[in-house]
T-cell receptor
Framework: EPEVTQTPSHQVTQMGQEVILRCVPISNHLYFYWYRQILGQKVEFLVSFYNNEISEKSEIFDDQFSVERPDGSNFTLKIRSTKLEDSAMYFC??????????????FGDGTRLSIL | DAKTTQPNSMESNEEEPVHLPCNHSTISGTDYIHWYRQLPSQGPEYVIHGLTSNVNNRMASLAIAEDRKSSTLILHRATLRDAAVYYCILRVNYGGSQGNLIFGKGTKLSVKP
């Protein structure tokens, strides 16, 4: 069964540094998402992306965050200047845009981001 | 998105059925009821979803109350691998929505051998 893959599984970065988290969504999917989960807390929506632009974003997704789909297969989340509070699991998800309007999202296993 | 209420935790014995309840009294006519689960150290995993009628798939069954203000996820024979946090989520279905999911705290299901 096709799956969403995320790399790296664990990223350790110094505070203030830029970090890029990478995701390869399922190949025929059209909608892409990033979520994050701080340790012990709820999964939180960050951003959705469709047709090469951001569709919706949460209050968490401020100017320090950006997303990109550089080559038709990868979907990246960049944090420009990391803060301690950015430490979390980051999950990528995708869903097909075809068929019935309501379709499930498929999640990767996440990247654990640790800011020192 | 409309709010859901779930018990914080539930326990089950292996190979017995499990009924996970969810209340969503403010559901609107276009909200789909989705269930996802999150196994330890993994990303959320889709389980099942429905609108008005009961639904079955290889993982579980979803029973939706006639007034749609509550639903129940049914695992027919719990296994140790079913130990996870189960999330009941209402997803607004309108043209402008891209379908982002709003997660609550969910129900932590423990399965005893």
């Amino acid at each position: 069964e096709p799956e969403v893959t995320q790399t790296p599984s664990h990223q350790v970065t110094q505070m203030g540094q830029e970090v890029i988290l990478r995701c390869v969504p399922i190949s025929n999917h059209l909608y892409f998402y990033w979520y994050r989960q701080i340790l012990g807390q709820k999964v939180e929506f960050l951003v959705s992306f469709y047709n090469n632009e951001i569709s919706e974003k949460s209050e968490i997704f401020d100017d320090q965050f950006s997303v990109e789909r550089p080559d038709g297969s990868n979907f990246t989340l960049k944090i420009r200047s990391t803060k301690l509070e950015d430490s979390a699991m980051y999950f990528c998800a995708s869903r097909t845009g075809q068929g019935p309007r309501d379709q499930p999202q498929h999640f990767g296993d996440g990247t654990r981001l640790s800011i020192l | 998105d409309a709010k859901t209420t779930q018990p914080n935790s539930m326990e089950s014995n292996e190979e017995e059925p499990v009924h996970l309840p969810c209340n969503h009294s403010t559901i609107s006519g276009t909200d789909y009821i989705h269930w996802y689960r999150q196994l330890p150290s993994q990303g959320p995993e889709y389980v099942i979803h429905g609108l008005t009628s009961n639904v079955n798939n290889r993982m579980a069954s979803l029973a939706i109350a006639e007034d749609r203000k509550s639903s129940t996820l049914i695992l027919h024979r719990a296994t140790l691998r079913d130990a996870a946090v189960y999330y009941c989520i209402l997803r607004v279905n309108y043209g402008g929505s891209q379908g982002n999911l709003i997660f609550g705290k969910g129900t932590k299901l423990s399965v005893k051998p």
